[in-house]
């Protein structure tokens, strides 16, 4: 009998965040032994209140919480996005105040210890900016060579971006951090808007899920709302595009999915590429900035009708 694959979420939540976390703590194939916040849909202080709250919600307070980074590595915030995810971050229903409290440890220093303590075991789970990660990799060096696996939501290797005509959102937040962990030492699963954008919740799937009576799938019928009004009257799409919970269809079911596999560099400079995921078709001598870094796997075909499924019956509890 095979054993729980151990994974730590790491979030800025955000509304799809809180359908991934839920997600995955309905999914016993995945053993979720923390999160960790960081800024992105919101501020790092709402994310992390936004952290607590989901898993008072979820009835799984054993799981710690650790805050993480407020800000970019080089540069400042961009900022929260409220019209795609409500002023707290969950779709303006404002959540009371959590009652249970961060871990000790700050977050980078809170995967470090996990990921020390188990050398091998932990999958990492990046939903939002890689600056946590990137943090932790700078402070240990050794670190991504004991990570079992980092499967990320963000980049567009080959569409565009959704923050700019280039960049993904979570990977514009911080391109700087996200060229770190593109270049960690330890296989690399990205979930982008390559494969993200081709999975489509629609408001049939979404008035399914407002009829699960449990407190999770409660709580994300009463916050995805503010989230499919976004996309229909921004995109005009029938639905939502499912971004987070594809890294746990994803860890559970990746038979669903087909890839490519090429090494990655971010666009770190300050033009209107900024934050776009390069994909290297062909390394060469006159491509030796991706030579040395091992090949991502990017995600470029789903059965979105399964995952869907998936994701549907799990949070039916």
């Known amino acids: 009998m095979s054993t729980a694959r151990k994974v730590i979420i790491d979030t800025d939540p955000g509304i799809d965040d809180a359908m991934a976390i839920f997600y ?4 016993p194939e995945l053993d979720v032994v923390g999160l960790t916040t960081v800024f992105g849909n919101a501020s790092t202080d709402v994310t992390t209140t936004n952290a607590l709250r989901l898993l ?28 795609v995810h409500g002023t707290d971050g969950q779709g303006n229903v ?17 995967i470090i210890e996990m990921v020390m303590a188990d050398p091998g075991a932990i999958t990492l789970v990046p939903l939002g900016p ?17 990570v079992a696996e980092i499967v990320l939501m963000g980049g567009a290797a080959f569409v565009g971006g959704n923050a700019s005509p280039a960049g993904e959102a979570n990977i514009l937040n911080d391109p700087e951090a996200a060229d770190i962990v593109f270049g960690a030492n330890c296989p690399i699963v990205m979930a982008g ?10 408001t049939a799937d979404i008035a399914r899920l407002a009829t699960f009576d449990n407190p999770t799938a409660r709580h ?27 890294t746990i269809s994803y860890l559970i079911a990746p038979d669903h999915y087909t890839w490519v596999e090429h090494p990655i560099r971010v666009d770190c400079g300050h033009s209107f590429s900024r934050g776009k995921t390069l994909a290297s078709m062909r390394v060469s001598d006159h491509e030796e900035a991706w030579q040395r870094r091992r090949p991502v796997r990017i995600l470029t075909d789903v059965d979105d009708r399964a995952v869907i499924e998936l994701e549907l019956g799990r949070l039916a509890g």
């Open 130 to 146: 890689l600056t946590n990660i990137a943090l932790a990799m700078s402070i240990e060096p050794s670190l991504t060579d004991h």
């Open 56 to 83: 008072e919600i979820a009835g799984r307070t054993d799981i710690p919480v650790a805050k993480g980074a407020v800000r970019p590595l080089t540069m400042p915030y961009r900022g929260p996005v409220e019209f």
């Open 94 to 110: 404002f959540l009371d105040s959590p009652t249970t409290a961060v871990a000790s440890s700050d977050a980078a220093h809170f």
């Open 24 to 27: 995955a703590l309905e999914s």
């Open 220 to 246: 994300v019928a009463s916050i995805i709302p503010h989230y499919a009004a976004f996309y229909r009257d921004r995109l005009g799409l029938d639905g939502i595009h499912v971004h987070d919970s594809t």
């Open 193 to 202: 808007l390559d494969v993200t954008e081709k999975t489509l919740m629609t």
